[in-house]
């Protein structure tokens, strides 16, 4: 290492690996409106290169609180182990009443715990990982769902790249799904994909030249 860059071989490709968090509320096997847009940005980084593992998250005893283990059968200790192994996270949320869902608001607050883990420099946890987003509704609220979701990533410690999130909706009111409606699907595609490109650019970037330690 020299100036705080880690040094490559020429030719040296890191393999990246992504972690997609769906955060519908429903079971599996029924089907899921955010998975399936969430699969356009899995597709998409698949052919970057990039190793990508999918978790929904409704499916697992995931306990209230802000611990990494809150022990009695707690299985978020196996999502968390998938978060420290990925270089990028996707979190996927259903819009409900204008919000994320209260599977989305859980996974945040169980992340909260990422904070306070640092490696040697003192950098959290989720520090050099990158994070974007992707939402599904039959009604508008979209790009608020998107803030709320971004801003506690942030927090948590993790970067953000530049469109690094896609969304469908048919506007306000009830209407049909994703999955039962072809209409906007072409933008948010063509959205996801550049979602993919721009999360696999910049966590390829921070593998390379990672942040600084925290200034004490």
Avoid: F
Wanted: one cysteine or more; aromatic letters at 4%.
């Amino acid at each position: 290492m020299s100036g705080g860059v880690v040094l490559r071989c020429a030719g040296y490709a890191p393999t990246v690996r992504a972690l997609i968090v769906n955060c519908t509320l429903k079971p599996s096997p029924a089907p899921s409106n955010t998975e399936a847009l969430a699969a356009v940005v899995v597709a998409e980084l698949a052919s970057l290169g990039v190793e990508a593992d999918t978790v929904r998250a409704v499916d697992l005893d995931l306990r209230p609180g802000v611990k990494t283990d809150m022990g009695d059968g707690d299985q978020w200790p196996g999502v968390h182990d998938k978060l420290l192994a990925a270089d990028i996270l996707v979190v996927a949320s259903p819009t409900w009443v204008g919000r994320p869902s209260s599977i989305a608001q859980r996974v945040l607050e169980r992340m909260d715990a990422m904070v306070s883990e640092t490696d040697e420099d003192g950098r959290p946890a989720a520090a050099g990982k990158v994070a974007g987003v992707v939402v599904t509704g039959n009604e508008d609220g979209a790009h608020h769902v998107i803030s709320e979701i971004c801003g506690a990533l942030v927090d948590i410690g993790y970067t953000i790249p530049a469109q690094a999130w896609t969304y469908w909706h048919l506007g306000p009111g009830p209407g049909p799904d994703y999955l039962d409606d072809d209409k906007g699907h072409e933008w948010a595609h063509t959205t996801g994909r550049t979602m993919a490109r721009n999360l696999h650019h910049v966590a390829t970037a921070l593998t390379t030249r990672p942040w600084p330690a925290p200034a004490q």
